[in-house]
C-alpha cells in the first residue's frame, strides 16, 4: 500500500468515527459537549483563514458570531424567515462589517492589529447591549432573545434532539475544513502566507498583500457568521454575553494556537483537546471555581508556547509522517504546504 | 530604448536629503551598475524606483510611462522585479513555494505556477533544492532565491541589491555568471554591488552615487579612472595629482 491508500485509509476512519459517534453516544449531555466541540473547530478553521494564514490575530471574531446569531434570529422571529436564510444573510452582512474593521486595522502589526480587533468587537458588544431597537428590529438588549421551539424541522432548523444538531455541525465543519484546504493550495492561499510572513517581499513579488488580507477577512468573517446562526438555532437563546463575548474570541484565538495556527488540522486538534476541558472543568468545577477552564488554557497555552511553539498540529503531523514511513517505507514524501 | 528614465530624482528624509538631483538612463538589455560607498543613497534610489518610497522629487519613468509613486505590486506587475540587500525569503517555506509566490503573478493556476518556478528553479541550476525549506538555505542560496522569485514574475528590468555581498570569491563567480545568462534572456539588470571585480566585470556602463548626488557615470575603465570617484572611496590623499 502507498502512502496515499494510508492517508484515505486514515480519513476514512475518521469520518466512520464521527459520523457513527451518536449511535454510541445516547447522552444528551455528550452530544451536547460534542456540538460544540465541532462548533468551536468549525470557528476556528475560519478564524484560521485570517489568523493563520494571513499572520495576523484576530481578537474580534465573537463579533461575526454575534452578527450571524442575531441576523438570523431576529428574521426568524420577527419575519418568520428560514434561519438557514437568516444565517447567509448574517454571513453576508457580517463579511461587509469584517472589511471595513480590516480596511483600517490590516495597515497595523502585531499587537495593535489584535488590540483595534478587540475594541471593534467590544464596541459591538456594548452597543447591542444598550440598543432595545434598531430601527424595525427588535434587539432586547442584554435581555437577548429567545427562540420558541414551536416549529420543528429542518427548515426551521429547530430540532427536538440533539443528533439533528450533531450531523449538520459536522457536515459544516467538513465543509469549511474541505474549504481551507483548497484555499491554502491557491493563489490567494500562497499570496497569505507571502503576506504574513514577509511582506515587503510579497510586495516586491506582485502582492497586494492588504487587499489578500481583506478577501481572507470577507471569507472568515462570512463563515463565523454561519456558525453564529447555527449556535442561535442550537441554544434557542442568545443574548450579547453568549454570543459577542470576549471569552468567545479568546477561546477561538486559544485554539488555534495551541493546535497550531496556519495549519489545517491545528484548530481541530486544539479543539479536541481544549473543549473538554472546557465542559469537564465546568461542569465539575462549575460551582465552586469558576472560570476555572481559562486558568487551565492558560497554562497549557504557556506550556505548548514554550515546548511547541508551532503549535500541537507540528508533533502529531511528524509523528503520523513517521508511522507512515514505517508502514510505507521507501516512498517519496507527498509535498507540504 | 531606454527601459529606465530618472530624472532629477530627490529624496528627502525629513530633514535629510539622500539623495539630490540623480539622472540615470538605462538601455534595454544592458547591465547597469550603481556604486557608491555606505550611505551614498543607492537602495533608497532602488526602493524609490521599486515604488517602496515615493521620492520627494524628479520623475521616474519606465517603458515610457511615469512611474512615480505607484505600488511595489503594481510595479511588478508592470515589468520591474527587485531583491532585497537583506534577503527575505518566506522562511519557513519550501524553496518551491518561495519561487511559486512570484510566478502566480501571472496565472491563478497551482498547477501551472508550479510549472514555472520549476522551470526558474531550473534555469538557476536551483532545481536540486526546491523542496528544502528556505529558512535551511545557506546565505548564497538565499540570495540566489531572491532573484528566482524575482525571475518568476518575468520581468523586463531586475533591480539587484548586492547579491553578491557576502559571497565566496567562487559564488561571486557564479552569480556573475547568473547575471549574464539573464541578460542574454533579453532582461535588463540594474545592479547595486560593492564588490568591485564583479561589477567591473558585468556592467556595460557604471554610475558612482556620493553623498546622494551622482558624480560619475561611464563604462567601467572611464569609472574607475576618474579622480571624484577614487576621492570618494579612498579619500584625497591618494589622488594622484598631475596624473
Keep these: 500500500m502507498t502512502r496515499r491508500h494510508y492517508n484515505k485509509m486514515a480519513a476514512a476512519i475518521v469520518l466512520i468515527l464521527a459520523f457513527g459517534l451518536p449511535l454510541v453516544v445516547r447522552s444528551a449531555t455528550y452530544l451536547h459537549i460534542l456540538v460544540l466541540l465541532y462548533f468551536y473547530a468549525y470557528l476556528t478553521t475560519s478564524w484560521n483563514l485570517v489568523g493563520g494564514f494571513a499572520g495576523v490575530l484576530p481578537l474580534g471574531h465573537a463579533a461575526f458570531v454575534g452578527i450571524g446569531a442575531y441576523t438570523s434570529t431576529i428574521l426568524y422571529l420577527q419575519y418568520g424567515i428560514s434561519p438557514w436564510i437568516g444565517m447567509l444573510v448574517g454571513g453576508v452582512l457580517a463579511s461587509f462589517v469584517g472589511v471595513l474593521i480590516g480596511l483600517p486595522t490590516f495597515k497595523m502589526r502585531g499587537a495593535y492589529f489584535a488590540l483595534a480587533t478587540l475594541a471593534f468587537a467590544e464596541g459591538i458588544r456594548v452597543m447591542v447591549e444598550n440598543i432595545d431597537r434598531l430601527g424595525p428590529f427588535v434587539l432586547n438588549g442584554p435581555r437577548g432573545l429567545q427562540i420558541p421551539p414551536l416549529k420543528l424541522g429542518l427548515g426551521n432548523l429547530v430540532f427536538a434532539s440533539k443528533e439533528p444538531y450533531y450531523y449538520i455541525i459536522l457536515l459544516m465543519l467538513l465543509a469549511v475544513l474541505a474549504l481551507t484546504w483548497v484555499i491554502a493550495r491557491s493563489k490567494l492561499g500562497y499570496y497569505l502566507n507571502a503576506g504574513g510572513e514577509e511582506p515587503d517581499a510579497a510586495m516586491a513579488l506582485g502582492v497586494n498583500v492588504a487587499r489578500s488580507k481583506l478577501t481572507a477577512m470577507a471569507m472568515s468573517s462570512f463563515l463565523t457568521a454561519l456558525a453564529g446562526a447555527f449556535y442561535a438555532q442550537f441554544t434557542l437563546y442568545i443574548h450579547p454575553k453568549s454570543v459577542i463575548s470576549l471569552d468567545l474570541s479568546f477561546e477561538i484565538a486559544f485554539i488555534a494556537l495551541i493546535g497550531g495556527r496556519g495549519s489545517i488540522a491545528g484548530p481541530v486538534l486544539g479543539a479536541l483537546l481544549l473543549r473538554p476541558v472546557s465542559d469537564f472543568s465546568r461542569i465539575y468545577f462549575g460551582d465552586t471555581l469558576p472560570g476555572l477552564h481559562l486558568v487551565i488554557f492558560g497554562v497549557v497555552l504557556i506550556l505548548v508556547m514554550i515546548f511547541q511553539p508551532r503549535g500541537l498540529q507540528e508533533p502529531l503531523t511528524r509523528a503520523y509522517n513517521r508511522l507512515l514511513d514505517r508502514l510505507a517505507p521507501g516512498q517519496t514524501k507527498e509535498l507540504g504546504t | ?243
Design chain 2, 1 to 243: 530604448m531606454n527601459i529606465l528614465e530618472v530624472k532629477e530624482l530627490g529624496k528627502d528624509f525629513g530633514g535629510l536629503t539622500a539623495l539630490q538631483g540623480v539622472h540615470l538612463s538605462i538601455e534595454a538589455g544592458r547591465i547597469f551598475g550603481l556604486i557608491g560607498p555606505n550611505g551614498a543613497g543607492k537602495s533608497t534610489a532602488f526602493n524609490c524606483i521599486a515604488g517602496v518610497y515615493a521620492p520627494t522629487r524628479g520623475e521616474i519613468r519606465f517603458n515610457g510611462e511615469v512611474i512615480n509613486g505607484q505600488k511595489p505590486w503594481n510595479l511588478c506587475k508592470k515589468g520591474l522585479a527587485r531583491t532585497f540587500q537583506i534577503v527575505k525569503p518566506f522562511a519557513s517555506k519550501t524553496v518551491l513555494y518561495n519561487v511559486m509566490v512570484g510566478s502566480f503573478l501571472h496565472t491563478n493556476s497551482t498547477r501551472e505556477a508550479r510549472r514555472r518556478a520549476l522551470e526558474v528553479l531550473e534555469f538557476l541550476h536551483f532545481a536540486g533544492k526546491a523542496h528544502m525549506r528556505a529558512g535551511d538555505l545557506t546565505i548564497a542560496d538565499r540570495k540566489r532565491l531572491e532573484i528566482a522569485r524575482a525571475l518568476a514574475t518575468r520581468p523586463k528590468l531586475l533591480l539587484l541589491d548586492e547579491v553578491m555581498a557576502g559571497l565566496r570569491p567562487a559564488e561571486v563567480d557564479q552569480m556573475v555568471e547568473i547575471i549574464r545568462r539573464l541578460r542574454d534572456q533579453g532582461i535588463t539588470i540594474f545592479v547595486i554591488e560593492h564588490i568591485m571585480r564583479a561589477i567591473m566585470a558585468l556592467s556595460d556602463r557604471v554610475a558612482v552615487l556620493h553623498f546622494g548626488k551622482k558624480i560619475a557615470e561611464g563604462t567601467p575603465q572611464e569609472v574607475a579612472s576618474d579622480e571624484r570617484v577614487i576621492k570618494a572611496y579612498l579619500g584625497e590623499e591618494y589622488v594622484v595629482s598631475g596624473s
